[in-house]
């Protein structure tokens, strides 16, 4: 068999946003060692759990084989952790993908200054003014925006990108085949003309409330840091922050009106630590200019901006009541069988993410908070030993993981 397809193989059994790729990839050099590994040999890999053991003591191959059939027809690229092409910027996170699906002009993430915009779906004018001009000067700039082409704030960003005539990247929740949300048909055909749309879902996989909790990983992962723009308080942008946290990736947000329920968690994230920035420039400012050449900031804030008539004219949409999709194609792939098939509520997703991840320094700062009550920022310092800048800065990551929440007066409290 080809490489391919023992990675697609390898795809389905793990799923999507597995955590045993990288524990399993210490101990096989490939997909194939793992496709040709006995009942022993998986056992030998630390942390692999019984039900995961069974999935890949299955040998069968037809639904990979579909899958890659599927590919062809529609002319959907397949990127393979082993591909050269393969971004090492996601090899860095926790749950990389073993493969991606892709279509449109690739981009060497590894050499660009990607900067991933996020926001609320339910734009306000201001909002939409903002990412659209952030978006049009960075793009201007030399930098790529990513995006996750949803309703609101993600559809302006990639707007402001097209407008400055250079190409941006979109991280689909759903097969690249499947145009979600359906009134973003007419900017996902702009976007493929000189962009690039990438999903870890393969051919027909439709959206699903968990897809993009797991999605917003790979728009952080991509990017060199994360910009959001106007959120609520329980904004899905801000899964990408955390993300964007645990990462290591710098994250930047835009204030917004204090009396404004869009300019929440925003305006929190910026109070935590999050930096403050009033003109793309603020982000550009912080990578060094000999790891990106091509960047220059000279044209940003000389063009008159019309976020309005952008939005009018890739018919970017700012809110929707029902689940809505359109297939790009007549025929549509058999439905994933995989036993890793995401399926599920939005409470289904929220549950699946309680577990999170610290660093030894996030789990001593949080092991300073009460499991009940509340305790001061000036105590969480005593306690632990650290700096102020440090303790401040991962009660920021703290938050943003949503493992402990800040109350009025400096106070802490566990979630």
């Given at each position: 068999m080809r490489e391919s397809l023992y990675w697609t193989w390898l795809g389905v059994r793990l799923g999507t946003?597995?955590?045993?790729?990288?524990?399993?990839?210490?101990?096989?050099?490939?997909?194939?060692?793992?496709?040709?590994?006995?009942?022993?040999?998986?056992?030998s890999v630390e942390g692999v759990p019984e039900s995961v053991l069974l999935r890949l003591l299955d040998k069968e191959t037809d639904r990979a084989e579909r899958i890659l059939d599927?590919?062809?027809?529609?002319?959907?690229?397949?990127?393979?952790y082993a591909d050269p092409r393969y971004p090492r910027l996601l090899k860095q996170i926790d749950k990389p993908p073993a493969v991606l699906y892709f279509t449109g002009k690739p981009i060497d993430f590894d050499r660009k200054l990607g900067v991933a915009v996020v926001g609320t779906r339910m734009m306000s004018d201001y909002g939409r003014d903002v990412a659209y001009r952030y978006s049009y000067d960075l793009a201007s700039a030399g930098a790529v925006i990513i995006s996750g082409m949803t309703l609101g704030i993600d559809g302006m960003a990639a707007a402001g990108s097209?407008?400055?005539?250079?190409?941006?990247?979109?991280?689909?929740?759903?097969?690249?085949?499947?145009?979600?949300?359906?009134?973003?048909?007419?900017?996902?055909?702009?976007?493929?003309?000189?962009?690039?749309?990438?999903?870890?879902y393969p051919p027909g996989a439709e959206p699903d409330a968990r897809n993009f909790p797991q999605r917003?990983?790979?728009?952080?992962?991509?990017?060199?840091?994360?910009?959001?723009?106007?959120?609520?308080?329980?904004?899905?942008?801000?899964?990408?922050?955390?993300?964007?946290?645990?990462?290591?990736?710098?994250?930047?947000?835009?204030?917004?009106?204090?009396?404004?329920?869009?300019?929440?968690?925003?305006?929190?994230?910026?109070?935590?630590?999050?930096?403050?920035?009033?003109?793309?420039?603020?982000?550009?400012?912080?990578?060094?200019?000999?790891?990106?050449?091509e960047l220059d900031a000279s044209g940003i804030g000389a063009m008159n901006y019309n976020a309005a008539k952008a939005e009018s004219y890739y018919s970017v949409g700012t809110r929707?009541?029902?689940?809505?999709?359109?297939?790009?194609?007549?025929?549509k792939?058999?439905?994933?069988?995989?036993?890793?098939?995401?399926?599920?509520?939005?409470?289904?997703?929220?549950?699946?993410?309680?577990?999170?991840?610290?660093?030894?320094?996030?789990?001593?700062?949080?092991?300073?908070?009460p499991e009940s009550g509340k305790v001061s920022v000036d105590l969480i310092v005593n306690s632990s030993g650290e700096s102020v800048p440090d303790v401040l800065t991962h009660l920021l990551a703290l938050t943003c993981k949503g493992v402990i929440k800040?109350?009025?007066?400096n106070f802490y409290t566990r979630v």
């Open positions: 946003a597995s955590p045993y790729l990288n524990a399993l990839l210490e101990n096989f050099p490939s997909a194939k060692d793992i496709y040709d590994a006995d009942r022993g040999a998986i056992l599927d590919c062809r027809k529609l002319g959907i690229g397949v990127m393979s097209l407008d400055a005539q250079m190409p941006t990247a979109v991280v689909l929740g759903s097969g690249l085949d499947v145009v979600y949300p359906k009134t973003h048909a007419k900017l996902y055909k702009s976007i493929l003309r000189d962009g690039f749309a990438v999903s870890e917003n990983r790979l728009i952080s992962g991509l990017a060199r840091c994360v910009l959001v723009v106007e959120a609520p308080e329980n904004s899905g942008a801000l899964i990408t922050a955390r993300n964007a946290l645990t990462q290591g990736r710098p994250l930047f947000a835009v204030p917004g009106a204090i009396n404004m329920p869009n300019s929440v968690g925003a305006n929190e994230l910026i109070r935590q630590g999050a930096h403050m920035t009033t003109s793309p420039a603020d982000i550009l400012e912080l990578f060094e200019p000999a790891h990106f050449p929707t009541n029902k689940l809505s999709w359109s297939k790009v194609r007549k025929s792939p058999e439905p994933d069988d995989s036993p890793d098939t995401i399926r599920g509520d939005v409470q289904a997703a929220a549950v699946e993410e309680k577990f999170v991840p610290m660093s030894d320094l996030e789990k001593k700062i949080y092991g300073c908070i800040q109350l009025p007066g």
